[in-house]
C-alpha cells in the first residue's frame, strides 16, 4: 500500500525546476508526523507494529498529496515546462519510484522470515531511526541545490 504514494514522490520534479523549499517543508512535516506518531505509539507501550505501518502510509500519503498540489502550483510559462507537462513526462518516474518502495520493504519482510516478528520490527524501527537521522543533511542539501541552479543560470 505504501506503494502508492511513493509513485506520487516529486522530489525529482522539485529539484529539475528548483524549486524545493515547498517540497522540503512537505517532506519535513510529513517526517516530523511519522516521528511524533512513532513517539506516542512508543509512549503507549506500542505492541502493534501494524499501526507504525498506517502511520507510515498516512505520513506518506499526506507528502503525495501535498507534493502533486505544489507541482501544480508552478508557474507556467516559456522558460519552464508547465505544470501538466511535468507531470505526464513523470509517469515513467512512477515504476520506478514503486520498485524502489518494495526492494526498501524487501528487507524487512527477509529479516521477518529469518528472524520471526519481533526482530523484524526491531528491524524495522532502526531502519527508520536511522533513516530519520540523516533526514536534516539531506534536506538541507536538497535546498541548497536550487540555489546553486539559479547562480549557475546567472553565470555565478
Given at each position: 500500500?505504501?506503494?502508492?504514494?511513493?509513485?506520487?514522490?516529486?522530489?525529482?520534479?522539485?529539484?529539475?525546476?528548483?524549486?524545493?523549499r515547498?517540497?522540503?517543508?512537505?517532506?519535513?512535516?510529513?517526517?516530523?508526523?511519522?516521528?511524533?506518531?512513532?513517539?506516542?505509539?512508543?509512549?503507549?507501550?506500542?505492541?502493534?507494529?501494524?499501526?507504525?505501518?498506517?502511520?507510515?502510509?498516512?505520513?506518506?500519503?499526506?507528502?503525495?498529496?501535498?507534493?502533486?498540489?505544489?507541482?501544480?502550483?508552478?508557474?507556467?510559462?516559456?522558460?519552464?515546462?508547465?505544470?501538466?507537462?511535468?507531470?505526464?513526462?513523470?509517469?515513467?518516474?512512477?515504476?520506478?519510484?514503486?520498485?524502489?518502495?518494495?526492494?526498501?520493504?524487501?528487507?524487512v519482510?527477509?529479516?521477518?522470515?529469518?528472524?520471526?516478528?519481533?526482530?523484524?520490527?526491531?528491524?524495522?524501527?532502526?531502519?527508520?531511526?536511522?533513516?530519520?537521522?540523516?533526514?536534516?543533511?539531506?534536506?538541507?542539501?536538497?535546498?541548497?541545490?536550487?540555489?546553486?541552479v539559479?547562480?549557475?543560470?546567472?553565470?555565478?
Open positions: 500500500a505504501a506503494c502508492l504514494p511513493a509513485a506520487l514522490d516529486l522530489k525529482q520534479l522539485g529539484d529539475v525546476v528548483a524549486r524545493t515547498g517540497e522540503v517543508r512537505i517532506e519535513t512535516a510529513s517526517s516530523w508526523f511519522y516521528l511524533a506518531g512513532t513517539g506516542v505509539w512508543i509512549a503507549s507501550g506500542g505492541r502493534d507494529v501494524t499501526v507504525l505501518a498506517l502511520l507510515y502510509l498516512l505520513s506518506r500519503t499526506c507528502y503525495a498529496v501535498f507534493a502533486t498540489r505544489t507541482i501544480l502550483a508552478l508557474p507556467t510559462g516559456a522558460t519552464a515546462p508547465t505544470a501538466r507537462e511535468l507531470l505526464r513526462r513523470s509517469r515513467s518516474l512512477a515504476p520506478a519510484q514503486v520498485l524502489g518502495e518494495l526492494t526498501i520493504g524487501l528487507d519482510c527477509l529479516v521477518g522470515l529469518l528472524g520471526g516478528d519481533a526482530v523484524s520490527g526491531l528491524y524495522a524501527i532502526g531502519s527508520r531511526i536511522a533513516g530519520a537521522a540523516g533526514m536534516p543533511t539531506a534536506q538541507l542539501t536538497r535546498i541548497f541545490f536550487a540555489h546553486q539559479h547562480a549557475a543560470a546567472r553565470g555565478d
